[in-house]
């Protein structure tokens, strides 16, 4: 089945050609955002008056950092309260959109912190807008929010139909200040992103020709973008394969991949999508046997065989300091086993099977 509840305004001035459709959205939103990328992403500037113009006041809470956790949800729920707000609008990276995903649930069926991954509680949202400084989670549209549950120190996300944003707004401007590792960070995210639409058993035929066409821009573009941070045409390309990935994700949802790197990022600080990265060729080979004919199509669409594509990859030089050893392995391989994304894998994968691919990191 192929399901998707977002109204999507894509390119250029797509804020200032949004401005209808925030009307009739409430009266008072909560902005949701981290502490510089709403500003410094332009998003901000642009946002400010078409508020205006409709007539809605706002109320913002900056306090969401990298891996959102219980408790900044919580926080956030209050404010959203205390303000009168009806709606929130996330601005930024995959962190403040997925916030604005819970505090819409948190603060709609008035949840407990211990109530925040209960989707069986979410019976009503008030909506969301999400706008995007980055091109890697997709998450403007998708369903899902990740969330740390940082008592527990596990990292975990939820999907519920009713957390779709009402409206995407992708103007592929708001990542141009996106720093070098930022950028490349969150295109690795949507490459998994879209690598995982053709891994899961959850898989959407549907969708291939976007997840074709999300690989390829990406390989085409990304190096352009590392290098010229300003050039549209380069971020325009990984916006719209982020926003594929996200298309590719809401179907089939995220498997090992996703699994195996959540504890890299709640045990080393290893941002998302490098976590993602730096196991890619891994998993790859771990599931070639179940989908390597679908991934093959998806390379060949544009002329790369495997061999290319990993070739690339490795020009990435995707590296990141930290110190596996077997208490970890020990500790993380079982959190990984349980996680809700090991029913979507292609083959049927085991302890051994995990823990080697973190001893290859080591
Ligand atoms: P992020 O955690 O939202 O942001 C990473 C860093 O980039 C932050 O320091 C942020 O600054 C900065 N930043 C963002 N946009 C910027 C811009 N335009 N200019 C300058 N700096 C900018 O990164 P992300 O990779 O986009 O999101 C990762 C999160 O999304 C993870 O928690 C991951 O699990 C989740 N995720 C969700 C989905 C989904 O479907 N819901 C899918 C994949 C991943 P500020 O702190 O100032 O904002
Ligand atoms: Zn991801």
Same mark, same amino acid.
Request: contains cysteine; glycine residues 8%; aromatic residues 8%.
């Given at each position: 089945m ?10 250029? %001035?797509?804020?200032?050609r ?6 009739g959205?409430?009266?008072?939103a ?5 502490k ?11 946002l400010e008056?078409?508020l205006?113009?409709?007539g809605i006041?706002?109320h ?6 990298e891996?959102?956790?219980l ?6 729920? +209050?404010?959203?309260? =205390?303000?009168n707000?009806d709606?929130v ?9 997925d ?5 819409s649930?948190?603060?709609?069926? %008035?949840?407990k ?6 989707? +069986?509680?979410?019976?009503r ?8 400084t980055?091109?890697?989670?997709? =998450?403007?549209?998708?369903?899902y929010?990740?969330?740390n549950?940082?008592?527990?120190n596990?990292k ?8 779709f ?7 592929p ?10 950028t490349?960070?969150t295109?690795v ?7 995982e639409?053709l891994?899961s ?11 074709h066409?999300g ?5 085409q573009n990304l190096?352009?973008?590392l ?9 325009e390309?990984?916006?719209l394969?982020?926003?594929y ?7 089939s ?5 996703h699994?195996?790197?959540y504890?890299?990022t709640?045990?080393f %600080?290893?941002p998302?999508?490098?976590a ?7 998993i790859m080979e ?7 004919d ?12 495997r061999a290319e594509?990993?070739a690339?990859?490795e020009s990435?030089?995707l590296?990141v300091?930290?110190?596996? %050893?077997e208490q ?8 990984v ?17 995990i823990?080697?691919i ?5």
């Amino acid at each position: 089945m192929f399901y998707l509840n977002t109204k999507v305004m894509f390119g250029k %001035d797509a804020l200032q050609r949004s401005v209808p459709l925030l009307a009739g959205l409430g009266q008072r939103a909560l902005l949701v955002t981290g502490k510089r990328s709403a500003s410094a992403s332009g998003a901000l500037a642009d946002l400010e008056p078409a508020l205006t113009a409709n007539g809605i006041q706002w109320h913002t809470f900056d306090e969401v950092s990298e891996n959102p956790d219980l408790d900044t949800i919580m926080a956030g729920k +209050e404010r959203f309260l =205390s303000a009168n707000c009806d709606f929130v609008i996330g601005i930024g990276g995959g962190s403040p959109l997925d916030a604005a995903k819970a505090i819409s649930m948190a603060a709609a069926n %008035d949840l407990k912190r211990s109530q925040l991954y209960s989707t +069986e509680e979410f019976l009503r949202a008030h909506p969301i807008v999400a706008i995007p400084t980055t091109a890697g989670t997709g =998450s403007e549209v998708t369903q899902y929010s990740v969330l740390n549950d940082n008592k527990r120190n596990i990292k975990a996300g939820w999907g519920h139909e009713l957390a779709f944003p009402t409206l995407a707004i992708i103007d592929p401007r708001y990542t141009f200040s996106c720093s070098y590792h930022v950028t490349l960070n969150t295109a690795v995210d949507a490459l998994s992103h879209l690598l995982e639409g053709l891994y899961s058993q959850s898989r959407e035929p549907i969708i291939y020709p976007l997840i074709h066409k999300g690989i390829a821009l990406i390989v085409q573009n990304l190096k352009t973008a590392l290098q010229e941070p300003q050039n549209y045409a380069a971020r325009e390309a990984l916006a719209l394969a982020s926003m594929y990935g996200g298309m590719a994700i809401a179907q089939s949802s995220t498997s090992l991949q996703h699994s195996i790197g959540y504890p890299l990022t709640t045990t080393f %600080d290893v941002p998302h999508g490098l976590a993602n990265g730096i196991v890619m060729p891994q998993i790859m080979e771990l599931f070639w046997d179940a989908a390597g004919d679908l991934v093959g199509d998806a390379l060949g669409s544009f002329g790369y065989t495997r061999a290319e594509f990993l070739a690339w990859l490795e020009s990435l030089n995707l590296n990141v300091e930290m110190t596996i %050893d077997e208490q970890f392995i020990q500790d993380k391989v079982p959190e990984v086993m349980a996680s809700r994304n090991m029913a979507n894998n292609p083959l049927s994968v085991n302890a051994e099977d995990i823990a080697a691919i973190y001893r290859s990191l080591i």
